[in-house]
């Protein structure tokens, strides 16, 4: 249509496995927002080998993403967490046949970020524990120079400054991921039931990942944590795996999602559900992060639907599809331990 | 022609209010009937009765008949725009429509009746009834300049001309002098006289002497107390009003009289 | 001039049709008024109906949800939001009804006449600056630019309790909240009661000047009066937005769900229509229903202060 | 003369009228009051400029660093990370433009017409009758609808005509004619309701229906009003992101079908870019990718709907001056 | 103690247009002056430069001088306020204060300068006031009724009563009387007969026969034709003005009288 910027041409187009028929038609998805960087990219290269598909997605949420999914009016969703059990349930009545289910696209490790003058803005990392950051997001440590912190970072100057905290105050996959962190590694400091929202009053909430990244780039002394392609230039805890402190990394990340068992309790047919191993000691592995999902049905009422999924997630999952994400929103590539897997789910797609 | 008109038991009111009271008057054809009275005996409201005007305003409403040519205006089948047509009125502040030029103000009530008239009737029809209002030699130089820019003398003339410019068959005016100078004055009153020979007239005026000059018959007016209805007191042919009335009222109103 | 053909008023007239059809229009339109909304509260009631008629513990499930178990019964989760809802916009009609009536006055009499003019326009420009870039400017500009004055009231004035400290840093509170939504509602106030000021009959400017009133004493006997209900009515419409602001709100405000007044300290309010649009995209289905259950309330309340404000004003030009 | 009458001057009580002249100090205090009234107005202007001219000067001064011929005339489809498009841009506002101009249109097609006869039947036709007051009532609540609650409503109203997932521009055309309703039908009352009565009366008068009265003279005098009213309502509404999201939906690419597919406006362009807050550069990319993008787009989307609605001020200002009616005061 | 006005050279604009030209004219103290003229011809332009009221009008100023007891109301150190404050008037049309009672519009100038006025001082005021403007009768059982209710006649009687009220130095009346009915209108040529022992009344009135009964001098205006300014054409005594005028155009005028 007008105005179309022309598809980046698609680096080294040979790549893709199944040369079938390229797809044409006009496709919908819907989901997480984190995902959004990531998707228009793959959108951009996935048009570069069938330009005539037509596809959008809307950056709704995970959860209105699912419910729209459930629906029938989107192909597909995105999601920053699996399944419910109810959810692949009411998936039946969508897909023509069988049930929904979910495959790992990416991996994103979670940044524990923070704005503390002559540390942060020097570029030097605060090194901490799991007990630590637990007990910052508590409210139970309230200034920079604590004991607690100053014994894990003999090297800085930390000055007086009280601690703001910054949460999400939406319902967020990002959230459930940081304090099940906390659940796994540091229980006896995190109290709180698992859940999408923040549990505690403690400092202040933001909405989106953009609102926390704003907020605690705006004042002295905040901490927050944020999907690691949003950082920019805030300073970045380095957090306490086995007995060293690991920097953020995608790498690292990977890691520790090669690590990670599968979630048993996700039942139902095709489904990769990760399970993330906090407490994984792998050398260089970062523990917080976050495994992103599409979601899709085994069989569509459309064929053509079919086809665009199938097409859709061996794009997605593939080297190519994996760079173009980790270029356009920094995330870590899927562990090749799972591409079998995943390869075998999605070949289950009918598209006859 | 003009048509008689024929006020029988007139009760009117504004909502519950009883503002004028068992009104009985008959008004001749081509001649001129006065209104006079007091301030507040409800000169204004039994006028606006003769074009079925009264009843636009929020609970106001009428009993009894006002017959036009016999024909009860007030009947359930007679359409109020109908009568209203026939009826011209001029009112007591000049008030000519304010997105208009002075020479669509006169149109006015031609075309927005939808009549489509020619350029050159039109412009017949604008000089004759400016002419009529004595505002012509005023105004024929800016026919198009909106017409709320004039003086409030001259608004009233223009709203003189746009009522006549509709050809009615009996023309109300209330107190349509009081914002005009002695010669507008002069001009509308020959007007008036030129008029009725054509139309039924009914004036209300305050000045008596405008009354004796130009009515044929006279109404008084009255109100026993403030509160009370406005009735008709009295109603003669003007010499007799003036000069001989049978009425004590009216006589001690009159002989009260000056200017 | 030629007499026209006889008229009588028993003669049909044209355009009868037309004027009843006309005022059907008209009718079928006021009407309409009432059927869309009775449409909104039906729509609104029937998709709340399962927190009535529903499974009850999957409510309270839901309302520990999203309040991270701080409560666990729709009332209990509505009362803050409601509370909070209603702190934000009063502060707001607050901090911009004064001011507005200020900026409306200067435009229609005190400015010199082209000034008026180019002020009007930029009035009325503001008015149209949507609430998302109030909502940019708020969260980018304001915030790190208010911190030192709220800090400044905090340490000075922190013996009130509405200024109790101390200010949260960044100020994302209440208080810049409210002073967001105060310049966003200002233009609104501003033009309506501009716009009534100037049709304030000159026969009672007059009458008040020939009197020997000074300016201000005209601007009360004749211009005030006169726009009263003007006035009111542009502040609900005000109230109405500030009630109803979403993407500001959810820009700026660090929410939480207390019955607190600490203007300025985080965390401590958070209104309606805000936690909509931040709950609405993760909620499930009973989410939203719980979600639309807050936003019927969000309407009931509407609901009575427009009643209020319109009993007010009915008294007033009694 | 007079000797007919009694004087009314009997039984006057008889005033002591130095008692009401005005001291030095009364009228010294009336002056001062007068002054510090001048002041306060003047100040309360002063004060609104600080915020306003801020927003302003804010948006202006970040906006035109992204504005430029190429951010107009491309949408945002090939658009990855922080990198340059083939055109040399980082892409456009396009498609939103065109979103933002039909929704709008489409909300007021809807909403004037309607509006304006409710304001026509309340002003004109009601007769302080029940059902008029209970009418007026419930626009003023309808003024008070969060438009997000407007944009469940036509969400929920399209799912269960054209089935669930149904997302398209004229349903957002429909949340914001909700929204813009009570703002017509309450200017457009105020605006019928200071045309004099005498107006009324005279057409009334000429013997022309009412009908042709309010079309003809009703509405055309009150018409420059109507359309700054309309104006105000656009602007309400034009602005309106959070009922969007639901109903109008978010897309990359250009649509100019109002009636299918999603549509994207410039506020929820601003609000998702906004929300993108950054955006990623490979790890060997060049100056031409640029991790800020998304901001400046935020800012350069937020100055074109300024200017938007600025154009259309401009418009209907120009129309209101074209039928001015000089009515006195 | 009513104040003389002396008024030299003084030329009236509206925006660039010249609406009058060159004024002079001199009204004793305690006397009542009436101005006449055709309509149009700045009869109450001239009145409103009296009181400053002029230069409300946007665009509106005034050349020359007008002197009260010598002292210049245009001179730049003269608050306008202060001199409508001395120098009280009353218009055309009634315009009472809408939301106010008919108590209040009475009291409205008063108020300004005696913030607490004792209830029977105002009390007294009020009938005084009232009784001044022949309406006490018509209205002392509802005071507290909005101003608003009454007739058009009763109306401008209210407004005269709230000019008189602050009890100024000086009256403008600005045809005070057009849309009163005669009683009402005898009754304020009494008050204006009576006020004058104690102010000085200028007066514009269409009526020459008021103007004949009520005035000591008579200021005749007149306009050389439509567009041109209008001038002051000729001042008298008002026995001289209407017996014996040594004036063409003023004879002419006034021989066309009637009414
Ligand atoms: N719209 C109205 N609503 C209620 N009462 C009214 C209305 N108009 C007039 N009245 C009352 O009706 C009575 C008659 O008024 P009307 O105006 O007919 O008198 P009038 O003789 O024309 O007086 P004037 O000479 O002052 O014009 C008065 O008591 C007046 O207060
Ligand atoms: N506000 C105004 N703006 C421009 N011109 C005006 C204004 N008011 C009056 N004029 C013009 O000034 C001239 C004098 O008008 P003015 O009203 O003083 O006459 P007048 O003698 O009082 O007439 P009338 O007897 O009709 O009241 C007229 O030509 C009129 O058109
Ligand atoms: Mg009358
Ligand atoms: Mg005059
Ligand atoms: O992507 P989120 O679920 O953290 O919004």
New interface residues.
């Given amino acids: 249509?007008?105005?179309?910027?022309?598809?980046?041409?698609a680096a080294n187009s040979n790549g893709s496995s199944s040369t079938t028929t390229a797809i044409s038609g006009?496709f919908?998805g819907a989901g997480a927002?984190s995902q959004?960087?990531a998707v228009?990219?793959w959108?951009?290269?996935f048009?570069g080998t069938n330009p005539d598909a037509?596809i959008?997605y809307?950056?709704?949420?995970?959860?209105?993403g699912v419910?729209?999914f459930l629906?029938?009016?989107?192909a597909w969703a995105g999601s920053d967490k699996a399944l419910a059990s109810d959810e692949v349930e009411q998936s039946k009545k969508v897909c023509a046949e069988g049930t929904a289910f979910d495959v790992p696209v990416y991996v994103s490790p979670i940044a524990v970020v923070f704005n503390l003058k002559g540390v942060s803005d020097a570029g030097k990392h605060v090194n901490m524990d799991a007990s630590t950051i637990a007990k910052i997001f508590d409210g139970k440590i309230t200034k920079w120079n604590d004991d607690a912190i100053k014994s894990q970072n003999p090297d800085l100057d930390l000055p007086d400054t009280p601690i703001?905290v910054v949460h999400r105050?939406?319902?967020?996959g990002t959230t459930q991921n940081f304090v099940s962190y906390f659940k796994d590694v540091a229980p006896n400091d995190w109290s709180?039931?698992l859940?999408?929202?923040?549990?505690?009053?403690v400092?202040?909430?933001?909405?989106?990942?953009?609102?926390v990244?704003?907020?605690v780039k705006?004042?002295?002394?905040?901490i927050g944590y944020a999907d690691f392609?949003?950082v920019?230039d805030l300073g970045t805890v380095a957090v306490k795996v086995g007995e060293k402190y690991v920097e953020i990394s995608a790498e690292g990340a990977a890691k520790t999602i090669e690590d990670s068992p599968k979630d048993e309790s996700a039942t139902g047919d095709n489904r990769i559900v990760l399970k993330v191993n906090h407490n994984t000691t792998v050398d260089g592995a970062y523990p917080i992060a976050l495994v992103s999902y599409d979601i899709v049905c085994p069989a569509y009422k459309d064929t053509k639907q079919a086809e665009f999924a199938k097409a859709w997630l061996t794009y997605v999952t593939s080297d190519e599809g994996q760079k173009?994400a980790?270029?356009?929103?920094?995330t870590a590539p899927l562990p090749s331990s799972l591409t079998a897997e995943i390869s075998k789910s999605i070949e289950a797609i009918k598209t006859k | 022609m003009g048509q008689r008109i024929d006020v029988n038991h007139e009760n009117i009111y504004y909502g519950d209010f009883l503002a004028v009271e068992d009104v009985n008057i008959n008004i001749e054809p081509n001649k001129v009937t006065a209104f006079i009275g007091p301030s507040g005996c409800g000169k204004s409201t039994v006028l606006r009765t003769l074009d079925r005007m009264h009843e636009i305003i929020p609970g106001a409403h009428v009993e009894g008949e006002v017959l036009l040519e016999g024909k009860n205006l007030y009947a359930k089948d007679v359409d109020p725009v109908a009568v209203r047509r026939d009826v011209g009125m001029v009112f007591q502040r000049p008030n000519p429509f304010p997105t208009m030029s002075i020479r669509e103000n006169v149109l006015a009530g031609v075309r927005l009746n939808n009549k489509h008239l020619a350029k050159s009737d039109a412009d017949d029809l604008v000089e004759w009834a400016l002419r009529g209002a004595n505002l012509w030699e005023e105004v024929k130089d800016r026919l198009d300049n909106p017409g709320i820019g004039l003086s409030g003398g001259q608004q009233q003339r223009l709203c003189i001309a746009r009522a006549v410019a509709v050809h009615p068959q009996v023309l109300l005016m209330d107190e349509p002098c009081s914002a005009l100078d002695p010669i507008s004055t002069l001009a509308v009153e020959d007007l008036i006289n030129e008029l009725k020979s054509d139309y039924t007239i009914v004036i209300v005026t305050h000045n008596m002497q405008q009354a004796a000059r130009i009515a044929d018959f006279t109404a008084f007016f009255n109100l026993k107390a403030v509160g009370q209805p406005g009735h008709l007191e009295y109603f003669a042919d003007t010499t007799t009003m003036f000069n001989n009335p049978q009425n004590e009222e009216a006589e001690r109103y009159i002989s009260g009289r000056f200017g | 001039m030629s007499s026209q053909d006889d008229k009588t008023i028993d003669q049909p007239v044209s355009g009868k049709t037309a004027d009843k059809v006309f005022k059907g229009v008209a009718y079928a339109c006021g009407i309409l008024i009432l059927v869309v909304l009775a449409a909104v509260f039906l729509f609104l009631f029937f998709r709340a109906w399962p927190l009535i008629g529903g499974d009850q513990a999957a409510n309270s499930e839901t309302v520990s949800s999203f309040t991270g178990g701080k409560a666990s019964s729709f009332w209990g989760y509505v009362g803050p939001l409601l509370f909070g809802t209603v702190l934000v916009s009063l502060l707001a009609l607050l901090i911009s009804f004064f001011v507005s009536i200020g900026i409306a006055l200067f435009i229609s009499h005190y400015a010199p006449k082209k000034l008026a003019t180019a002020l009007s326009y930029v009035v009325d420009l503001l008015a149209a600056i949507p609430s998302v870039i109030y909502g940019l400017w708020g969260g980018l500009v304001l915030v790190p630019a208010i911190y030192p004055f709220w800090n400044w009231v905090a340490t000075y004035l922190g013996w009130i309790p509405l200024f109790q400290g101390p200010a949260a840093n960044p100020s994302r509170t209440v208080a810049t909240v409210a002073v967001v939504l105060a310049v966003m509602v200002l233009p609104i106030i501003t033009s309506m009661s501009r716009d009534i000021f100037l049709q304030t009959p000159r026969l009672h400017e007059e009458a008040a000047l020939a009197l020997g009133a000074t300016k201000w004493e005209m601007v009360k006997l004749a211009v005030l009066p006169f726009g009263k209900s003007g006035i009111v009515s542009a502040s609900m419409l005000a109230l109405g937005r500030a009630l109803g602001e979403t993407m500001a709100v959810l820009m700026i405000l660090s929410p939480g769900l207390n019955y607190s007044i600490k203007l300025l300290q985080a965390s401590q309010n958070q209104t309606i229509a805000a936690n909509i649009a931040a709950q609405y995209p993760e909620a499930n289905d009973l989410g939203v229903s719980t979600l639309i259950g807050t936003g019927l309330i969000l309407f009931l309340i509407t609901f009575v202060v427009n009643y209020i404000a319109r009993k007010i004003t009915e008294k007033a030009s009694a | 003369m007079s000797a007919v009458e009694k004087s009314p001057m009997d039984g006057a009580p008889k005033i002591d009228f130095d008692k009401f002249r005005p001291t030095r100090s009364a009228i010294q205090r009336r002056n001062v009051k007068d002054y510090f009234m001048r002041g306060l107005i003047a100040l309360a202007f002063v004060v609104a400029c600080v915020p306003l001219i801020s927003v302003l000067w804010t948006t202006i001064i970040n906006g035109i660093k992204r504005l430029n011929l190429n951010f107009l005339s491309y949408n945002m489809t090939g658009v990855v990370g922080g990198n340059q498009t083939p055109s040399g841009g980082y892409g456009g506002v396009l498609h939103a433009i065109i979103g933002t101009l039909e929704i709008t249109a489409g909300a007021m097609i809807i909403s004037i017409p309607i509006g304006v006869m409710c304001a026509v039947y309340l002003v004109e036709y009601s007769i302080h009758g029940k059902l008029a007051t209970t009418i007026s009532l419930l626009v003023d609540v309808m003024s008070g609808i969060p438009s997000i609650v407007a944009g469940l409503f036509a969400f929920s109203m399209f799912t269960i005509i054209f089935g669930p997932g149904t997302i398209n521009g004229f349903e957002g055309s429909v949340a914001l004619s909700l929204l813009m309703l009570p703002t017509v039908v309450k200017s457009c009352e105020e605006m019928l309701k200071i045309v004099p009565n005498d107006l009324r009366e005279a057409s009334l008068a000429l013997g022309v229906t009412k009908q042709r009265t309010i079309t003809k003279i009703v509405l055309r005098t009150a018409l420059p009003g109507i359309v700054s009213g309309a104006i105000l309502a656009i602007a309400r509404v034009i602005g309106e992101t959070a009922p969007l999201l639901m109903t109008a939906g978010f897309i990359s690419s250009t649509n100019v079908n109002l009636f299918s597919g999603q549509m994207t406006t410039l506020p929820v362009y601003v609000y998702q870019e906004y929300s993108k807050l950054s955006a990623n550069c490979p790890a060997n990319a060049d100056a031409t990718c640029v991790t800020t993008i998304p901001m400046e787009r935020a800012w350069a989307a937020a100055l074109v709907l300024i200017v938007i609605v600025l154009l259309l001020n401009l418009i209907g200002r120009i129309v209101a001056k074209v039928f001015a009616v000089k009515t006195e005061r």
């Fill in positions: 249509a007008c105005g179309d910027n022309t598809a980046a041409p006009d919908q927002s959004q960087a228009e990219a959108i951009a290269g048009q037509k959008a809307n950056p709704s949420g995970s959860g209105a419910t729209t629906t029938g009016a989107t703001t105050s939406d319902k967020s709180y039931d859940s999408e929202n923040w549990p505690n009053e400092g202040q909430g933001a909405k989106g990942t953009s609102g990244v704003s907020t705006q004042a002295d002394g905040t392609s949003a920019g173009t980790q270029d356009a929103a920094g």
